[in-house]
C-alpha cells in the first residue's frame, strides 16, 4: 500500500526510500512486531475466556508439560495477524508471488485454526482427520503450485533447480505442480510437528524467514542473480517483505510465549508458517535448499514417519517418544537444553544453505 507515494517522489524526495525492497522488508519487519505487540494481550484474554481449559495436553507426554494446562492456543492468529497486516501495507501487491504466498498462508492457517477448534472444544490432542486435511491442504498448496508456474516462463518455470550447479535444471512439466505442493504441504506439518516446546518453532522459522529473504531477494535482482550464478526470477524480490513480516511477527509472538508461555501457537501458525516458507522456496526455485535450511524441520517429521512405520513392522519403538525433541526429554534434557541446542542447529543449517548461493 504504502508503495504508492513514489508517486510523489517528485515533489517530496523522501518518498523514494519506498522504491526500495530493503526499506519496505525493515518497514515490514517493524509494523508486525508492533501489531502483535499491541493487539496481542488482548488476543490472549480473549482465546482465554473463550478456551476455558486452553490446549489439552497429551497423557503420554513428558511429565513436565502437565503444568502447561489451561494455557490457551490458536496464537498463531497473533502472528498471522501481523504478517498480513504488515505485508499489506509494506508489499508490492501487483506481484502475483505475494498473493500466492498469502494464500498458502492463510489456507493453511484456516485448516490449523479448525484443527485447534476441534481440539479444544473436545478437550482432546486428536483434532481434523489426517487424511482430511492433507486433501484440503493439498489442494491450496495445488492451485498456488499452478499459479507460480504460470506466473514465469516456460520451461524455467516447471525445472527442478539444484544447489552447487549453476546451469542443472530439470523440467518436471506437469509434475512440477504435484512436487511444488509436496514441498508446500511438507514443510507446513514439518513445521507443525516441531511446535511442541515453548519458542521451538518459532526461532528456527525466523531463521529460515531470514534465510529465505536473503535469497528471495538475491533471486529477484538480475544483477546479484547473475554475479552468484543463481537462476534469477523476476519478482520474487517483493517476497522478502512478506518474510521480514514473518520476522517481526515472531520476535512479537516470542515475547508472549516465552516460558512460562501466555500462549502457544497451536496449528494455526505452525501449518501457516511452514507452508509460507514451502511457498516461497518453491517460488524461488530453492526447494532442495529448503531441506537444508529447514533441515531441522526435516528431521523432526522424519523421526514420525520412522516411529510409526518401525512400530508397525516390529512393535517397538526407535524413539522413546516423537517427535524427536519429545525423545531427548525423555532421556533428561530439561526444555530450556532442548530448545536452545535446537535453535544452535537451526542457525547452522542456515548458514549451509546460504553457502549454497556461492558453491556453484
Known amino acids: 500500500m504504502f508503495l504508492f507515494l513514489v508517486e510523489f517522489a517528485d515533489e517530496i524526495s523522501v518518498f523514494n526510500v519506498f522504491r526500495y525492497i530493503t526499506f519496505r522488508t525493515g518497514g515490514a519487519l517493524i509494523t508486525s512486531a508492533l501489531i502483535v505487540f499491541l493487539f496481542g494481550p488482548a488476543i490472549i484474554d480473549s482465546l482465554r475466556v473463550r478456551q476455558g481449559r486452553g490446549q489439552p495436553i497429551r497423557a503420554d507426554g513428558p511429565q513436565t508439560h502437565f503444568k502447561k494446562a489451561g494455557t490457551p492456543t490458536m496464537g498463531g492468529l497473533m502472528i498471522l495477524s501481523g504478517i498480513i497486516g504488515s505485508s499489506l501495507l509494506w508489499a508490492n501487491l501487483s506481484s502475483v508471488y505475494v498473493w500466492v504466498v498469502l494464500m498458502v498462508t492463510v489456507g493453511f492457517g484456516a485448516i490449523g485454526f479448525y484443527d485447534d477448534y476441534l481440539k479444544v472444544t473436545k478437550q482432546s490432542h486428536l483434532g481434523v482427520s489426517g487424511k482430511f486435511r492433507l486433501a484440503v491442504e493439498f489442494l491450496i498448496a495445488g492451485f498456488a503450485a499452478w499459479l507460480i508456474m504460470r506466473a514465469g516462463q516456460a520451461p524455467f518455470s516447471s525445472s527442478l533447480a539444484f544447489p552447487f550447479f549453476k546451469d542443472l535444471l530439470v523440467n518436471l512439466g506437469i509434475f512440477f505442480i504435484p512436487f511444488a505442493a509436496f514441498v508446500m504441504v511438507g514443510a507446513g506439518n514439518a513445521v507443525n510437528l516441531t511446535d511442541g516446546l515453548d519458542g521451538l518453532a518459532t526461532v528456527p522459522v525466523m531463521v529460515a524467514a531470514a534465510s529465505f529473504g536473503v535469497i528471495a531477494y538475491l533471486s529477484g535482482n538480475a544483477i546479484f542473480a547473475e554475479y552468484l550464478q543463481i537462476h534469477f526470477v523476476p519478482g520474487t524480490g517483493e517476497l522478502a517483505v512478506i518474510l521480514g513480516a514473518v520476522i517481526g511477527a515472531g520476535l512479537g509472538f516470542l515475547w508472549f510465549n516465552a516460558p512460562p508461555a501466555a500462549i502457544f501457537m497451536g496449528d494455526t501458525g505452525s501449518l501457516a508458517l511452514g ?86
Request: no cysteine; net charge positive.
Open 275 to 360: 507452508g509460507l516458507i514451502g511457498a516461497v522456496a518453491v517460488a524461488t526455485k530453492h526447494e532442495i535448499v529448503l531441506a537444508i535450511i529447514g533441515g531441522l524441520f526435516v528431521v523432526e517429521i522424519l523421526s514420525v514417519i520412522i516411529q510409526v512405520a518401525f512400530f508397525k513392522m516390529t512393535g517397538k519403538r526407535v524413539f522413546l517418544m516423537a517427535p524427536i525433541h519429545h525423545h531427548f526429554e525423555k532421556l533428561g534434557w530439561t526444555e530450556s537444553q532442548v530448545v536452545i541446542r535446537f535453535w544452535i542447529i537451526a542457525v547452522i543449517l542456515a548458514l549451509i544453505g546460504l553457502s549454497t548461493l556461492k558453491l556453484r
